[in-house]
């Protein structure tokens, strides 16, 4: 059986909506929270805007698995 994990990242989301920051802000699993890593590095976002033009931001991801 595989055992329940959480994570939480901080992420940096650029203009292109493309992750170049990523920071493990907790976890109950270390393996866990690396596979999750792998997985936002490769997500690509809408980018946040101001005023109509895109801007980098930080932001928060957070996930969950539960063996059932």
Known sequence: PYPSAKA???VQVE???SVTFLRTLFTTNTAFAEVLRE???QWRY????LHGE???VI???S???EHH
């Open 8 to 10: 939480c990242l901080e």
């Open 63 to 65: 996930a969950g698995f």
């Open 15 to 17: 203009t292109d909506g």
């Open 39 to 41: 997985a936002v590095v």
């Open 46 to 49: 809408q980018p946040a805007t």
């Open 54 to 56: 895109p801007i980098p």
């Open 59 to 61: 932001i928060t991801v």
